[in-house]
């Protein structure tokens, strides 16, 4: 079941590990889960679209898919798609809430170019 959670931009940032949750992400995909029991945590992807290549994607998961490799972080699990583990090597995933908007952003230290809007990026 595919779920769209807030919207998702993209920058970079300078991390040695995947994947690095901030506390902001792990109170957001708590909060999330809350109301679905069903769900074990969220999968994170990358899909081919946009005007720079590449697109995040997240959706709840009801279980850990046989490539996925799983971080698990202050009782939070984030399953990372097989085809997406090399771009997201060193990422920070965050949440960020303003006046106008919420999302979780991807500071990902990989990233060569971005659209102007910040929804797709290049490797």
Same mark, same amino acid.
């Given at each position: 079941? =595919? /779920?769209?959670? +807030?919207? *998702?931009?993209?920058?970079?940032? /300078? +991390?040695?590990?995947?994947? %690095?949750?901030?506390? =902001? +992400?792990?109170?957001? %995909? #708590?909060?999330?889960? #809350?109301? #679905?029991?069903?769900? *074990? ?10 005007? @720079?290549?590449?697109?995040?994607? $997240?959706?709840?998961? #009801? ?8 971080? !698990?972080?202050?009782? !939070?699990? !984030?399953? %990372?798609?097989?085809? +997406?583990?090399?771009? $997201? $090597? ?16 991807? @500071? ?6 971005t659209c ?6 290049? %490797?």
């Amino acid at each position: 079941m =595919s /779920a769209s959670f +807030a919207s *998702v931009v993209v920058s970079s940032c /300078a +991390a040695s590990s995947w994947c %690095i949750l901030t506390p =902001s +992400a792990v109170h957001k %995909i #708590k909060q999330l889960l #809350k109301d #679905k029991p069903e769900h *074990v945590g969220v999968k994170v992807g990358v899909r081919t679209r946009g005007c @720079n290549g590449l697109s995040y994607m $997240l959706e709840y998961t #009801k279980t850990k898919g046989d490539s996925d490799e799983e971080v !698990v972080q202050d009782g !939070v699990r !984030v399953f %990372i798609e097989k085809k +997406a583990q090399l771009t $997201l $090597l060193g990422t920070e995933m965050d949440y960020v809430e303003d006046k106008l908007s919420s999302e979780f952003v991807f @500071n990902n230290p990989n990233i060569k170019g971005t659209c102007g809007c910040g929804e797709s990026f290049n %490797i």
